[in-house]
């Protein structure tokens, strides 16, 4: 290949390589300018205790659940999966004006003994985030669900099921081979219990990454990942980096409306 051509064939990729980079910057541009809030809710009683030792921060009733649900339905709020998320991220489909993400954390049993009625009674969707090693287990008097429940669930078309790691320790503690191998695993997991996982979602235990587990992670396959407190804009929307507001017990939901007004993107 003389000198001439070489020019011109590398001249033509650096010409379809910036019209690839303007088009997706004028793509991103001309996306709303939307909040996207995803809830996190994680372990559910019917009764409040009078102590708890994580300040009543990871525990919930079914009655504040439901209240929470319909006073956000009521105010104009919709509901949508991440795989919807997903959809509208690739262009596939657009958002409603004002969507949000219900998600749960660890997979207890009360996410399928309480909630689960609740999302069919609703007829709203859902994301449980399981910790694979915990599944079918009970520790320290708290149940865990079982893979019949969480492919029931699934299966129903209304709560998908994602990754919250093997083992649930601290990401920001391992070495970068040990992390991807632990979500590999509990992907393996997932599939052999539940099918095939078109979308691969994982949120951090503890919240806790490095710069380094969200590349590894990226470079492995998971479409979505999520450790932060805070809220997410569509039009600055980055899948690696997701963000949520934790609920403690018994906030209501004109509490959370107000905090999604007050939060900052």
Known sequence: ????????????????????????????????????????YHNFVPQVPETDPDNFNYINTPESFEENIKTLLENGYTIISMKELDEANNYKKGLPNKPIIITFDDGYYSNYEYIYPILKKYNIKASIFIITDKIGQEIDGIKYLGWDECLEMQNSGLVEIFSHSKKHVFYDKLPVREIRDDVKESYRMIEKHLGKQKLKVFAYPY?????????????????????????????SLDRNFIKRINIPCEMTGREIIDEILRCDV
């Open 1 to 40: 290949m003389n000198r001439k051509k070489l020019i011109i064939i590398i001249s033509l990729a650096i010409i379809v390589i910036v019209a690839i980079y303007l088009f997706t910057k004028y793509k991103s541009m001309q996306r709303p300018d939307v909040k996207i809030p995803v809830l996190l």
């Open 207 to 235: 919240g806790a990454y490095t710069n380094e587990t969200v590349q590894t992670l990226k470079n492995n396959g998971i479409d979505f990942q999520v450790y932060d407190i805070g809220i997410n804009n569509f039009r």
